[in-house]
């Protein structure tokens, strides 16, 4: 059963999700770092580290569903030529350009309004494609990843972040009160929106996790595949070749 943030409303999944980012784009950034406790900047550090290891010095790299851009802004570090950013949400890229612009960066880290399951991008163009908490919210799990791995070049890595379910006691049953409980009530008082919150740990449930997901990304054409749980399992990093 697919998980919509709206289940009020006839729309796909993909308007749906579109339609909640830009709801919540302006204090986005925000509820991100606070609510996973500032946690979520040493995850993406780490992914890069990660990615380094299998791809030392990008040319140009993509950053799918990129949102706001922490995760492109991370990537720097790799010292691309460029980066470019694509996400459905005009209100997350619109956040994304102002903050690339206040850094100097809009010649480096280009945001592009762009669909993840149909990218406006030529065969074998990317030396390495990242997505932090993005694969989670396609519409079609498998026709994002087949298009991922369709623009990148062969021997091109690629580095995911996803939120994964902790499975050891006592921890399973502390993360599960602060998502079901805490979470949805927080995120829905300052983002204004009563679903997103709620979506989140119902669509975080239905991801296929762990080793489930490193046999999604096999079937869909990728090899050397690994992944990473991090912080007690709340999340993991998926690293995989063309």
């Not at 697919?2 to 409303?9: A, F, G, M, R, S």
């Not at 390495?128 to 989670?136: H, L, T, Y």
């Not at 009563?194 to 449930?205: G, W």
């Amino acid at each position: 059963m697919t998980v919509l943030p709206y289940k009020d409303q006839n729309k796909g999944k993909k308007e749906q999700v579109a339609n909640m980012f830009d709801n919540i784009s302006p204090r986005y950034d925000l509820l991100n770092h606070l609510l996973s406790l500032g946690i979520d900047v040493l995850w993406r550090k780490k992914a890069i580290r990660l990615l380094r290891k299998r791809q030392p010095r990008p040319d140009h790299i993509l950053d799918v569903a990129t949102g706001t851009g922490d995760f492109a802004l991370e990537a720097l570090s790799l010292k691309p030529r460029k980066i470019t950013g694509i996400d459905i949400s005009a209100g997350m890229l619109e956040v994304g350009r102002q903050k690339m612009l206040k850094r100097g960066l809009a010649d480096k880290i280009e945001m592009k309004q762009a669909d993840s399951e149909n990218l406006p991008f030529e065969d074998n163009m990317f030396d390495a494609v990242i997505v932090a908490f993005g694969v989670r919210n396609f519409e079609d799990l498998k026709k994002g990843l087949k298009e991922m791995n369709r623009v990148m070049k062969p021997g091109a890595a690629v580095a995911i972040l996803e939120f994964s379910r902790p499975r050891s006691f006592p921890f399973q049953q502390i993360y599960n009160f602060y998502f079901q409980q805490v979470l949805p009530r927080v995120g829905r008082l300052i983002s204004k929106d009563s679903s997103a919150y709620t979506y989140l740990p119902e669509s975080v449930q239905a991801f296929p996790d762990g080793r489930d997901f490193l046999k999604i990304l096999e079937e869909t054409g990728y090899k050397n595949t690994a992944w990473k749980p991090l912080t007690f399992g709340i999340s993991a990093i998926y690293l995989a070749s063309k």
